[in-house]
């Protein structure tokens, strides 16, 4: 069976939640919408205080070509515009609706009728996309339409679609793929036409055999699309490693899943595409996995964006006292909740409730030269060295040891024996490479 052959770990992967149907929350009684919930510039305000606004309204419009449009996700009145505190705990622009009823504006339609084909150009889709503020949906919330506008010079020749799901305890993908398979499957055909490619993959780890069984079904009507079943292996959900795994192909260093000629989207970001594109949905809602292992119960919220995390918890039965850390996302690669009151984003994919005794980190203590970051990184990389570079604030030789292939993963800290924050160090060492090529390239 087919993976990654670099590195990788294998977590125990706690999917309690992959039995709990998805349901949809209740309107909360208001939202606040962040403007920079996807990766590139903030989205500009063109509403302003005491307007009135409808389910699916354009709310705030994308500043660039790496940018995102926002919708309401509620009607109501717009409260305030200012300032709150985003999963970082620190304060970004947003705007705050206060929810009266449930009107949806009149171009959206909310049939569940499934249509499998559309009129529009591969042009006219990519517009679509933008319009309707789709953005990837496996967390990394990267413009859908940016990924699919193929640069001159490059080609698709291939569309890998992301089911893997390979971090413990999520499973809002695979719920996903059980009970809107065929819509999902219709976004990937949408995506297959927009980039031009006679060839689709579902890659699926073995872990969801269900899945795999369903959309194989599926499949049999959808030319050009199959399901490869995948061995269990983290983090077989990276893009690099889902193409290796699939086709064979490397990506170099630096460079991006195009030179090789594959494009890869979430089976989220499919489903998106689907609403998008047949009923004129923009991206305001998403599922979200609300689980851990002392929750009275586990589940698969539809939820709007804006909502509280407060509204997810509390629909579970609360926070259990043994309680320690509430993560945005899986354990591996999300990040403790500094606050609970902040808002389900476009690229909220999960909340993980952890018990107080698995939350601590250990005192970390002194390399021993194992070797266990190194042979688990799955980008080659040595994360010993890079966190030695990054507490010596070494930046040029930090970059020249190729740390922004690191795709922050988490592998090299769950493997460290002497319990070190290699991963906290990388990442700083990430920001502050960053900064330095940006300002190179002005």
């Known amino acids: 069976m087919k993976t990654f052959p ?21 309107l909360p009684k208001s939202v606040c919408i962040h403007l920079s919930q996807h990766l590139g510039a903030p989205a500009e305000v063109i509403v302003a205080r005491g307007d ?3 389910v699916g309204q354009l709310i705030a419009k994308s500043a660039g070509f790496v940018s995102a449009n926002i919708h309401s996700p509620v009607s109501g009145i717009v409260q305030k515009i200012e300032p709150a505190p985003d999963v970082t705990g620190f304060k970004k622009p947003a705007i705050f609706i206060d929810v009266q009823g449930d009107d949806w504006m009149d171009s959206i339609d909310r049939s569940a009728d499934i249509v499998k084909t559309t009129e529009l150009s591969p042009e006219e889709i990519i517009v679509r996309i933008n319009e309707m503020g789709i953005v990837g949906m ?29 971090e413990p305890f999520l499973t809002s993908d695979h719920r996903l793929m059980l009970e809107r398979g065929e819509q999902m499957l219709v976004g990937v055909k949408i995506l297959m036409k927009a980039l031009q490619v006679d060839k689709a993959v579902i890659g699926i780890e073995k872990n969801k055999p269900d899945a795999i069984g369903h959309l194989t079904g599926l499949c049999s009507a959808y030319p050009g699309i199959r ?17 290796k795994a699939i086709t064979g192909r490397e990506v170099p260093s630096g460079k991006l899943p195009i030179d090789v000629g594959a494009v890869v989207h979430n089976v ?21 996995t609300l689980t851990g292992k002392s929750v009275k119960r586990t589940a698969n919220f539809q939820v709007r964006i804006g909502t509280p995390i407060t509204d997810l918890i509390e629909a579970v039965g609360g926070i259990p006292e043994d309680t320690g850390k509430v993560i945005n996302g899986g354990p591996m690669m999300g990040r ?13 994919s999960g909340i993980v409730l952890i018990p107080e005794n698995e939350a601590n980190r250990r005192e970390p203590m002194n390399c021993i030269r194992c070797g266990r970051c190194s042979a688990a990184c799955p980008m080659g990389l040595e994360p010993y060295y890079l966190m030695s570079l990054g507490e010596a604030k070494r930046w040029d030789d ?3 040891a ?11 800290s769950y493997t460290c024996p002497s319990g070190r924050p290699l991963l906290d160090f990388i990442r700083l060492g990430k920001n502050s490479v960053n900064r330095i090529i940006r300002s190179r390239n002005k």
């Open 6 to 26: 670099k590195g990788g770990v294998h977590p125990s992967d706690h999917k309690q939640a992959s039995g709990s149907s998805i349901e949809v929350l209740p």
């Open 52 to 54: 009135m606004v409808r």
């Open 138 to 166: 496996g967390g990394a919330t990267f413009p859908s339409h940016v990924k699919i506008s193929v640069p001159k010079g490059k080609k698709a020749e291939i569309l890998i679609i992301n089911g893997v799901e390979c």
């Open 227 to 243: 399901v490869e079943p995948l061995k269990v292996k983290y983090p077989q959900g990276g893009e690099k490693q889902l193409i």
């Open 268 to 288: 989220g970001t499919a489903f998106a595409v689907y609403e998008a594109v047949i009923k004129n949905k923009p991206l305001i809602e998403r599922i979200v």
């Open 336 to 348: 403790a909740l500094p606050l609970l009151n902040v808002p389900v984003t476009k690229g909220t």
């Open 398 to 400: 930090m970059e020249q």
């Open 402 to 412: 190729h740390v922004m292939d690191c795709m922050e993963c988490g592998s090299c």
